[in-house]
């Protein structure tokens, strides 16, 4: 579900508790709180890289010295061409955010564009400076009539950035509906859409660093002076080089795609997008910072279980495989593991392990486990923190049922409710912009014995104490012997 919480709700939270504490305590202070909030709602989106409203992308996460250069405003037949020449004659590739109006007066630009390998992200219809200003029907219009622009080219961006940086509350909810993220910028040369180009090289090149996202324009200069614009990007490039900055695309930089090939449909979701992005650093994510303590939680249990529960199984269906930090040992003890994951990138990284390993036996299927097919029966089948991302569970595991070998096992570790997890799903509200389900004891066993599975086995770990029963639920539930399996849809 959808549910995007910001840094600003917790200020807004506090402000309003003061403000209600202060009442009785000082009254002619009591404003203040609700003041600061307004004046911060003011000043933060004017400062392109704070995430005051919504997460915002201005830097990379690439380890080396990598920068990717962006260009705004665009396309313009004066400069657009001219500049793909220039950027083909340096070995380089670029992002475009453009506006939809110039894509759709200059479709042949566009081609080229792409044609040159050159990404493309969404810089709204028409470009208002003023568009955060309007309401969220406006903003929503401007963000998705240039999407329907693009889609005519065969893409679809993934990627945003707002006229002149700035953001708004409402922002990120379209965003999210749209499978979209925020992309804004950490160096530029204050030329005020080419208004200003005298020096532009220079004023970037004192100030560059690694992981930079360099904002230009590709637009007509005031004046009409293209040559020396073009002269001022071409030293930009060099200098660069230079200082031994890598020039990279932004989506390597960043570590997720900026623009999506094909129809919108196809396109990734929230989920997805997440999960795409962290792909490189889940496994270290994973074991090294405070999600470790529950993964190591999981691992411990399923390593008990595996013995009884995987060895000689014929084939495992594992929901939300991820990486792989259980598949390969799974694919261990069984015949065949088939691996679903809505994360293209998160697979990849599962794929290179498994041959790394050299390990054969694992089918790799990427797709949304609740809406793709499911082909025979298994054993087993198994997720880990997976299932709180299903949208139906109840319909899941009864559509499951008819998959699983009479006598087979369904075996996951899921959310608890709780207090203690109530807070780790803001934290992943704020996060992800998604609200993860969490259930009780109860309603998983209800979920269960609707589906037809028997012998349920509910245990709570993690956290456990007088003031919580924990906050995760280990699952293991069995097909009767005697059902007869489908097999089929």
Not at 141 to 163: D, K
């Amino acid at each position: 579900m959808i549910c995007p919480l910001s840094p600003a709700h917790f200020v807004a939270l506090g402000a309003f508790q003061l403000f209600t504490a202060l009442l009785f305590i000082n009254l002619s202070l009591a404003p203040i709180p609700l003041l600061t909030f307004i004046f911060l709602c003011g000043i933060a989106p004017l400062f392109p890289r704070v995430s005051f409203f919504l997460p915002i992308i201005s830097n990379g996460r690439n380890k080396g010295r990598g920068v990717a250069l962006t260009f705004d405003d665009g396309p313009d037949p004066e400069v657009t061409p001219l500049l793909l020449e220039l950027l083909a004659r340096h070995g380089v590739t670029a992002t475009f955010f453009v506006t939809g109006v110039r894509a759709e007066r200059y479709p042949d630009i566009m081609r080229a564009l792409l044609t040159a390998g050159h990404a493309i992200g969404n810089h709204s219809y028409s470009h208002s400076p003023f568009l955060m200003l309007k309401g969220g029907s406006t903003l929503r219009r401007e963000i998705v009539s240039a999407q329907h622009i693009f889609l005519q080219f065969g893409i679809v961006p993934l990627a945003f950035r707002p006229p002149v940086g700035i953001t708004n509350p409402l922002l990120w909810r379209i965003l999210l509906e749209n499978g979209m993220f925020c992309v804004n910028f950490s160096r530029r040369a204050a030329d005020f859409g080419n208004r200003r180009v005298k020096d532009l090289a220079h004023k970037i090149l004192a100030k560059v660093m690694p992981n930079d996202i360099i904002l230009l324009h590709d637009v007509a200069p005031r004046g009409g002076d293209v040559t020396q614009l073009l002269r001022e990007f071409s030293t930009l490039i060099e200098g660069l080089k230079e200082k031994g900055m890598n020039i990279l695309p932004l989506a390597q930089l960043i570590g997720k795609e900026v623009m999506h090939r094909g129809s919108a449909d196809s396109g990734p979701n929230q989920a997805e997008q997440f999960y795409n992005g962290l792909a490189a650093t889940y496994d270290q994510e994973q074991f090294t910072t405070a999600v470790s303590m529950s993964r190591s939680t999981e691992y411990k249990l399923y390593s008990a279980r595996r013995p009884l529960l995987f060895a000689g199984s014929k084939r495992v269906l594992e929901i939300g495989a991820g990486t792989g930090v259980f598949t390969l040992n799974i694919a261990r003890d069984c015949a065949e593991v088939v691996a679903v994951d809505i994360s293209e990138n998160m697979l990849k990284q599962l794929q290179n392990k498994a041959d790394a390993e050299g390990v054969k036996n694992i089918r790799i299927l990427k797709g949304n486990v609740e809406k793709m097919p499911l082909e025979g029966c298994f054993s087993v089948a198994c997720a880990f923190s997976a299932l709180e991302y299903l949208v139906d569970l109840p319909a899941f595991f009864t559509r499951l049922a008819h998959h699983i070998e009479p006598g087979g096992t369904v075996y996951f570790i899921t959310a608890r409710s709780s207090l203690f997890r109530f807070f780790t799903q803001i934290g992943n509200a704020m996060r992800q912009g998604l609200w993860l389900k969490a259930h009780s004891r109860r309603e998983i066993a209800e979920m269960l014995t609707t589906a037809g599975f028997e012998r349920i086995a509910i245990s709570s770990h993690l956290l456990k104490s007088f003031l919580s029963g924990g906050m995760l639920l280990e699952v293991v539930a069995h097909k009767p012997v005697t059902a007869s399996a489908s097999g089929g849809e």
